[in-house]
């Protein structure tokens, strides 16, 4: 059973930094593509970024420049460091993995099958 528990959300300013962790136990990483998505009040769930099986990382464009996904694999933990905090940036922020098979997305909510609570994430201007 895959288990993914986030951490690290929070308050802050605009053009601060905050970073995320997402602990996970169960699956084994290569095998994996993992990620962060983020939902605000009133909007579709998107992908931020995420970690392929191959090791290669995606950008939202939205977050490009300002935002660093990586993992710990001896740990078991993916990280989120977010820097340059916009306000369009607050939303509820979920580590996500899944097995993309053939026509899968990185950004693709359906394609995900394990998904954490969540951590909220509020950006003040």
């Known amino acids: 059973q895959v288990q993914l528990v986030e951490s690290g959300g929070g308050s802050v300013q605009s053009g601060g930094s905050l970073g995320l962790s997402c602990a996970a136990s169960?699956?084994?990483?290569?095998?994996?593509?993992i990620g962060w998505f983020r939902q605000a009040p009133g909007k579709e769930r998107e992908g931020v970024a995420a970690i392929d099986s191959d090791g290669s990382t995606r950008y939202a464009d939205s977050v490009k420049g300002r935002f660093t996904i990586s993992q710990d694999s001896a740990k078991n933990t993916l990280y989120l460091q977010m820097n340059s905090l916009k306000p369009e940036d607050t939303a509820m922020y979920y580590c996500?993995?899944?097995?993309?098979?053939?026509?899968?997305?990185?950004?693709?909510?359906?394609?995900?099958?394990?998904w954490g609570q969540g951590t909220q994430v509020t950006v003040s201007s």
């Open positions: 169960g699956y084994t990483y290569n095998f994996y593509c």
């Open positions: 996500a993995a899944g097995f993309l098979g053939e026509g899968g997305s990185w950004s693709r909510v359906a394609d995900f099958g394990y």
